[in-house]
């Protein structure tokens, strides 16, 4: 199925062999050579049209929810300053040098995941499809919230904000405060119903799905019809869309933080924020969580960063690119922090309560406790508007990453055979587009929340740990550092400094494999709020979600296996041995003609 399972002649190798002997003699034509050995994707395939658009193509990606929500509570919760240990060391052990791992794979080969990872191992070529699969699964209810930001933007509009009160139709007068509970666990505030039974409409659990929430779905709709305008022409109008989807949103969190630190207790908030509790650097989980809002925040294992490499010229930075996404990336969380903080501390004094009385776990950080703070803030019909505005933005960097992942591998497996059907390939776009609104669906039944919580724990902590682990063995351990090496040196002109290469053979190996330990020791349930439990159906449905994606590994594996001729022993070696090989020939020789490139000589790959 994909580039690694493919074979070749003898007569074939001939023809191949003249022909690289024969390009020592004459100018690198780079995208000829790829054309000629990767296949007809690369030879027609489209690249940014500046290295700009990729980068914040790249960085609006990175940059997404999780870093306005999950990476504020995960600090809260981990010991507030502590928690930047382990999460600077994971960055820096992991997330930097595996982004620039899929970098490099997605830009040499331009191909995407699935036809990348067969190439570099054709004996975890399924690791390929797991992340296109993920990300498909991902990105189905990932567009639900930002049909929920499209509904708070729709009705911040409003003379008096509708989460403001208790004085509303859809309030349960009896339990509910004007301002945040506090320890008073009978009271729910203003705001959090206005989530639960105005925008949720939410059931007692997952087991009554209620009916379907007929707003939500045309938001819904409207959602995916942004998503397919923005992306239907491929990289040439997602990049352009990118200049303003990637940077506007730091315009509002710079706003917003000089808007925040001049209200009272502002500084008890960024305060709790940094103030580190020691004892927690003792707990795994506290390591667990920063590895895994390090790999989910970046995108590692998603495909989504081989994919839009894929895209970039041959000879593209990608080192230097690599730094400034990873970096922005944190830069964000950091600055995210400090205005989610300094909102919570402003709560905490406005209603007299302690700072941890105050965050709200998942997407209730977001949706609940900013909402009521825009009620107390001034000009909240301004504010509360751009926020969410903000929000759509940081959330469609990233959908339109995921999107493009399918579409990619879509041409790239099945190109000319779905194009002589669809025509087109705004068509193919389409397709996805609509696959992934029906699949929604379920999310935006009154019901749909207890879905969207179950998927999200199996799909966004379960499945990524695993695709991680493999995609890092496949890469580091069987492809092996010597050809990471003088891949990465062919396109940038010198190999990878030792920092890079110690990570990859040592460090991200064995720290992938000890979070997946720890993940599977300290295994929890899903779980929704601090009551809900799921039923065991459920959770047997949970981890069903999760080897839709997995399963993917061991068939690929087993059919490379059972293709594969010989004895089992020859079988698996040749499963091993990638089709991007060194040349036995001409393998990096000590001297060379001045009028003879370098890069020629580094590396043949099969032909189809």
Request: aromatic share 14%; proline share 5%; with cysteine.
């Amino acid at each position: 199925m994909g580039v690694g399972s493919e074979k070749t002649s003898s007569t074939t190798k001939g023809v191949y062999k003249e022909e690289t002997d024969n390009a020592l003699k004459a100018p690198l034509n780079v995208d000829a050579m790829l054309s000629k050995k990767v296949g007809h994707a690369t030879a027609e395939r489209a690249t940014w049209g500046r290295r700009l658009e990729f980068v914040l193509a790249s960085v609006g990606y990175a940059v997404g929810l999780g870093n306005v929500w999950r990476f504020p509570y995960l600090c809260y919760r981990s010991g507030g300053g502590a928690f930047l240990i382990p999460y600077f060391l994971m960055l820096f052990l992991c997330g930097i040098p595996l982004l620039f791992m899929e970098f490099a794979i997605g830009q040499y080969t331009r191909l995407g995941p699935v036809h990348a990872l067969a190439t570099i191992c054709p004996l975890f070529k399924g690791v390929g499809i797991a992340t296109v699969v993920i990300s498909f699964v991902l990105c189905t209810y990932y567009n639900v919230l930002m049909s929920w930001a499209l509904y708070y933007f729709f009705n911040s509009f409003r003379a008096i904000l509708p989460w403001q009160s208790c004085n509303n139709t859809w309030n349960a007068v009896g339990n509910c405060s004007s301002g945040f509970p506090g320890n008073a666990t009978h009271l729910q505030s203003a705001s959090q119903q206005y989530f639960d039974h105005r925008l949720l409409e939410i059931t007692n659990g997952i087991e009554d799905a209620g009916g379907l929430r007929w707003e939500l779905f045309g938001i819904l709709i409207l959602a995916w019809v942004i998503v397919y305008l923005c992306i239907f022409k491929g990289v040439k109008s997602t990049g352009k869309v990118v200049y303003f989807t990637a940077t506007f949103p730091y315009f509002i969190l710079f706003a917003l933080l000089i808007n925040n630190v001049q209200l009272p207790g502002a500084k008890n908030g960024m305060f709790y924020f940094l103030k580190p509790k020691w004892s927690k650097l003792l707990e795994v989980q506290v390591w667990v969580n920063a590895a895994a809002q390090v790999f989910n925040s970046i995108g590692i294992g998603f495909g989504s960063m081989i994919s839009m490499a894929s895209y970039n010229k041959f000879n593209n930075n990608i080192l230097r690119d690599t730094l400034i996404v990873s970096l922005a990336n944190s830069a964000t969380s950091i600055l995210a922090g400090f205005v989610i903080f300094s909102a919570i501390g402003y709560m905490a004094h406005i209603h007299n309560l302690p700072v941890d009385n105050i965050a709200t776990d998942g997407p209730g950080l977001v949706f609940v406790v900013y909402p009521e703070v825009f009620s107390t803030m001034p000009l909240p019909q301004l504010w509360a508007p751009l926020f969410f505005f903000m929000l759509l933005c940081l959330g469609l960097d990233s959908q339109f990453a995921m999107v493009e992942v399918a579409v990619t591998s879509i041409i790239d497996s099945f190109g000319p055979k779905v194009l002589r059907v669809l025509k087109r390939q705004e068509v193919i776009v389409l397709a996805v587009c609509v696959m992934g609104f029906l699949l929604g669906i379920p999310h935006i039944t009154k019901g749909g929340m207890y879905v969207f919580q179950l998927m999200d724990h199996y799909t966004a902590v379960v499945s990524l740990m695993f695709l991680s682990f493999f995609e890092v063995i496949a890469v580091c351990w069987v492809f092996g550092l010597r050809r990471m090496t003088i891949m990465i040196k062919r396109m940038l002109g010198k190999a990878p400094n030792i920092y890079f290469r110690s990570c990859w053979m040592v460090f991200s190996p064995v720290l992938v494999l000890c979070i997946l330990i720890s993940s599977i020791i300290q295994y929890t349930p899903a779980r929704y709020g601090k009551s809900y439990t799921y039923p065991v159906w459920a959770e047997v449905v949970g981890w069903g979600i999760s080897l839709v994606s997995i399963v993917w590994i061991p068939l690929g594996a087993l059919q490379e296996i059972c293709t594969n001729k010989g004895s089992l022993l020859q079988r698996i070696k040749t499963a091993v041995t990638p089709t991007i090989e060194l040349d036995p020939v001409n393998h990096l020789p000590a001297e060379q003609s001045e009028d003879t490139p370098e890069s020629v000589s580094l590396f043949i790959i099969t032909p189809l």
